[in-house]
């Protein structure tokens, strides 16, 4: 039985810069590509050379807030579902009017996610980091399914090019970020980072 | 929400749909249909497919099951791996040691107190102080929410302490633990757990100064009951019309059954066919004196009257719960020493086995039956929320003819405020609501 025993806990990566940047993977496991958040930080980890902290939270809920604690920013890395191509790679800074909470009467506890837990911190006035997303375009989320390949290599890119993401948050956070940037599915070269 | 394009209630046939039931665990609907004021039908519609948990579990292997099970709450996970390693431990003769029980009762304090916290503050406090969500409520109320989320935070560290993570923990197993942990470990936890036992009493305070519908319907209560501690892991089960039985009785007591508008079975009294009600209302009212003692001196002197039929009340006995939780795991802290064994050693054996525990929610009853070479050849796991379904209904039935003279959105709010008394997890069950009301 697979035991990803060491999803929930938080691990330091290399030394550098740890307490700057926190890498959270986000999503559910079983259910396709859904998974790619949480299988990019864990072979970030295998690389064992990536800036800051790596979290994967497969079954975050209300303690997603844990993860905005104590950080000065916090890169998460999700499945997304935007209508453009599978394996299409999106780097985000958040909030965006990109990402909007769903109706938060209508939620159930199931249903609490990154845009609610940042409304919650909002209301009660915590401190909140720069944060950013980075998504992959799913392709399909059946339960038991593999990763399509187009986000298989999506996934394979961007743990290759990790350090180039790294080093374009740590800029933009001095020279500032004009908007969302967006990968095409094949776009192994990630121009523009 | 949707209302019919119909006036109040001097309509003969009015219809209120909720889409779906907010701040429960899972998603569901409710439907009601009202004929001249009189309420004619309710059904609560469980319309997540089937988990088909029961089926999965056969042909695998004993030692596999608490994981498995583990996968069906990722709030209460730890209560379907109690009740199956107690059913499985029954099914194989074996006998875990005092140190094992009382680490598991601990595992168990960290399961309520996060269940219990999240409950009372981020999915029902709203209900009382007039919110839409603990979002809402957050703004006005901030001291009280920071309050719960650590409440509920500590719960989560126990757990992952405890259980290898917070969520479906992984250090479970049949015959104990396949790791203990060390007392400089949970003695680091003591403080927090210390601020929360006084954050837990304050809790009571609030909650039992809320304002609570006046609805107190016939109840049967049932829980786990222990001749001297708290219901938590054994082990008979009682009501509070005079049952009193072995869990090997259970099956023979209460019998469950499929109704067409759901896909989670519902549970009933073999013999009557009267529901029945589970979770911290029926523990406490059935066990009061077996609190802990601050725990119990809350409750006694919080200006509720116990035994209470109150359902509203239930958010008051599960902040008694929380103070119960953070004592016991306190005291068990205290006397924690690591054992040399975190695991007594299995003879597998062919057998049949049985066992209720007291999951946040309620009674949680599991029986399985295993071959010679340990591999699982029948399971059957009745969720307490799938217990409570019916009464539920019955709980509706009851309460609709008294808030007729609502508006449709008010009616509909009112209704979700009942359910959710229940802290329902549908997920368990299989999942949860809308409403929709007819009115003639």
Same mark, same amino acid.
């Given at each position: 039985?697979?035991?990803?025993?060491?999803?929930?806990?938080?691990?330091?990566?290399?030394?550098?810069?740890?307490?700057?940047?926190?890498?959270?993977?986000?999503?559910?496991?079983?259910?396709?590509?859904?998974?790619?958040?949480?299988?990019?930080?864990?072979?970030?980890?295998?690389?064992?050379?990536?800036?800051?902290?790596?979290?994967?939270?497969?079954?975050?809920?209300?303690?997603?807030?844990?993860?905005?604690?104590?950080?000065?920013?916090?890169?998460?890395?999700?499945?997304?579902?935007?209508?453009?191509?599978?394996?299409?790679?999106?780097?985000?800074?958040?909030?965006?009017?990109?990402?909007?909470?769903?109706?938060?009467?209508?939620?159930?506890?199931?249903?609490?996610?990154?845009?609610?837990?940042?409304?919650?911190?909002?209301?009660?006035?915590?401190?909140?980091?720069?944060?950013?997303?980075?998504?992959?375009?799913?392709?399909?989320?059946?339960?038991?399914?593999?990763?399509?390949?187009?986000?298989?290599?999506?996934?394979?890119?961007?743990?290759?090019?990790?350090?180039?993401?790294?080093?374009?948050?740590?800029?933009?956070?001095?020279?500032?970020?004009?908007?969302?940037?967006?990968?095409?599915?094949?776009?192994?070269?990630?121009?523009?980072? | 929400?949707?209302?019919?394009?119909?006036?109040?209630?001097?309509?003969?046939?009015?219809?209120?749909?909720?889409?779906?039931?907010?701040?429960?665990?899972?998603?569901?609907?409710?439907?009601?249909?009202?004929?001249?004021?009189?309420?004619?039908?309710?059904?609560?519609?469980?319309?997540?497919?089937?988990?088909?948990?029961?089926?999965?579990?056969?042909?695998?292997?004993?030692?596999?099951?608490?994981?498995?099970?583990?996968?069906?709450?990722?709030?209460?996970?730890?209560?379907?791996?109690?009740?199956?390693?107690?059913?499985?431990?029954?099914?194989?003769?074996?006998?875990?040691?005092?140190?094992?029980?009382?680490?598991?009762?601990?595992?168990?304090?960290?399961?309520?107190?996060?269940?219990? /916290?999240?409950?009372?503050?981020?999915?029902?406090?709203?209900?009382?102080?007039?919110?839409?969500?603990?979002? /809402?409520?957050?703004?006005?109320?901030?001291?009280?929410?920071?309050?719960?989320?650590?409440?509920?935070?500590?719960?989560?560290?126990?757990?992952?302490?405890?259980?290898?993570?917070?969520?479906?923990?992984?250090?479970?197993?049949?015959?104990?633990?396949?790791?203990?942990?060390?007392?400089?470990?949970?003695?680091?936890?003591?403080?927090?757990?210390?601020?929360?036992?006084?954050?837990?009493? /304050?809790?009571?305070?609030?909650?039992?100064?809320?304002?609570?519908?006046?609805?107190? #319907?016939?109840?049967?209560?049932?829980?786990?009951?222990?001749?001297?501690?708290?219901?938590?892991?054994?082990?008979?089960?009682?009501?509070?019309?005079?049952?009193?039985?072995?869990?090997?009785?259970?099956?023979?007591?209460?019998?469950?059954?499929?109704?067409?508008?759901?896909?989670?079975?519902?549970?009933?009294? /073999?013999?009557?066919?009267?529901?029945?009600?589970?979770?911290?209302?029926?523990?406490?009212?059935?066990?009061?004196?077996?609190?802990?003692?601050?725990?119990?001196?809350?409750?006694?002197?919080?200006?509720?009257?116990?035994?209470?039929?109150?359902?509203?009340?239930?958010?008051?006995?599960?902040?008694?719960?929380?103070?119960?939780?953070?004592?016991?795991?306190?005291?068990?802290?205290?006397?924690?020493?690591?054992?040399?064994?975190?695991?007594?050693?299995?003879?597998?054996?062919?057998?049949?086995?049985?066992?209720?525990?007291?999951?946040?929610?309620?009674?949680?009853?599991?029986?399985?039956?295993?071959?010679?070479?340990?591999?699982?050849?029948?399971?059957?796991?009745?969720?307490?929320?799938?217990?409570?379904?019916?009464?539920?209904?019955?709980?509706?039935?009851?309460?609709? #003819?008294?808030?007729?003279?609502?508006?449709? #959105?008010?009616?509909?709010?009112?209704?979700?405020?009942?359910?959710?008394?229940?802290?329902?997890?549908?997920?368990?069950?299989?999942?949860?609501?809308?409403?929709?009301?007819?009115?003639?």
């Amino acid at each position: 039985m697979n035991r990803p025993a060491s999803q929930s806990k938080v691990e330091r990566g290399a030394a550098k810069a740890a307490a700057s940047l926190r890498v959270v993977g986000l999503g559910n496991p079983v259910a396709g590509d859904d998974s790619v958040g949480l299988e990019i930080v864990n072979r970030l980890r295998a690389r064992g050379d990536c800036e800051g902290e790596l979290v994967s939270l497969p079954q975050a809920g209300v303690g997603l807030m844990d993860a905005l604690e104590n950080v000065e920013a916090v890169l998460f890395i999700d499945a997304v579902s935007s209508g453009s191509p599978a394996g299409t790679l999106h780097l985000v800074p958040l909030p965006s009017g990109e990402v909007a909470p769903r109706a938060l009467a209508t939620l159930s506890s199931h249903g609490w996610g990154l845009a609610e837990t940042l409304k919650l911190m909002e209301a009660l006035g915590r401190a909140i980091p720069r944060l950013a997303l980075l998504g992959v375009e799913l392709g399909t989320v059946e339960p038991g399914a593999a990763r399509s390949p187009a986000v298989e290599a999506a996934m394979e890119t961007l743990v290759e090019r990790f350090p180039a993401v790294y080093a374009f948050l740590a800029a933009a956070e001095k020279t500032g970020w004009a908007g969302p940037l967006r990968f095409p599915p094949g776009d192994t070269s990630l121009a523009g980072l | 929400m949707t209302t019919s394009p119909t006036g109040p209630s001097a309509l003969p046939l009015r219809t209120v749909k909720v889409e779906n039931l907010s701040r429960v665990e899972g998603e569901g609907g409710l439907y009601a249909r009202v004929e001249n004021g009189v309420v004619r039908e309710v059904k609560l519609d469980i319309f997540e497919p089937p988990r088909f948990f029961e089926a999965f579990l056969r042909g695998r292997h004993f030692q596999e099951v608490p994981d498995i099970t583990a996968r069906i709450c990722g709030i209460c996970p730890v209560a379907y791996q109690m009740s199956s390693v107690h059913a499985l431990e029954a099914a194989m003769g074996v006998t875990i040691t005092p140190e094992i029980r009382a680490l598991r009762r601990l595992l168990y304090c960290g399961e309520w107190i996060e269940s219990h /916290a999240l409950h009372i503050y981020l999915l029902q406090a709203p209900d009382f102080l007039g919110y839409d969500s603990a979002i /809402a409520m957050a703004a006005d109320h901030p001291k009280e929410v920071e309050q719960g989320l650590r409440l509920k935070k500590i719960g989560n560290d126990l757990l992952e302490l405890l259980g290898g993570r917070a969520t479906h923990p992984v250090s479970v197993c049949v015959g104990g633990f396949y790791k203990a942990p060390r007392r400089a470990e949970l003695l680091k936890l003591k403080p927090d757990l210390e601020w929360g036992l006084e954050a837990s009493l /304050a809790t009571v305070k609030l909650v039992a100064g809320l304002k609570f519908p006046d609805f107190a #319907p016939d109840y049967e209560f049932v829980s786990v009951s222990h001749p001297d501690e708290y219901p938590m892991n054994e082990r008979r089960i009682v009501s509070s019309a005079g049952v009193d039985i072995e869990p090997a009785e259970f099956e023979r007591v209460s019998l469950e059954e499929h109704v067409e508008h759901s896909t989670a079975l519902h549970s009933k009294r /073999a013999d009557t066919g009267r529901s029945y009600f589970v979770g911290p209302l029926a523990r406490i009212n059935l066990n009061l004196e077996k609190l802990f003692p601050r725990a119990k001196e809350a409750a006694k002197t919080c200006g509720i009257r116990w035994p209470s039929r109150n359902p509203f009340q239930g958010i008051v006995a599960r902040a008694v719960e929380l103070v119960h939780a953070y004592e016991e795991a306190i005291t068990l802290v205290d006397a924690y020493q690591q054992p040399a064994l975190s695991r007594v050693e299995i003879k597998v054996r062919a057998g049949e086995g049985c066992a209720a525990t007291e999951a946040p929610r309620g009674v949680l009853y599991h029986r399985y039956r295993v071959n010679n070479q340990g591999l699982v050849e029948f399971a059957r796991i009745v969720p307490p929320t799938a217990q409570n379904y019916r009464r539920m209904e019955d709980d509706l039935r009851l309460y609709l #003819p008294g808030i007729l003279d609502r508006s449709e #959105p008010e009616i509909a709010r009112a209704c979700e405020d009942l359910i959710r008394n229940y802290d329902p997890c549908i997920s368990c069950s299989t999942h949860f609501l809308k409403l929709k009301l007819d009115r003639e």
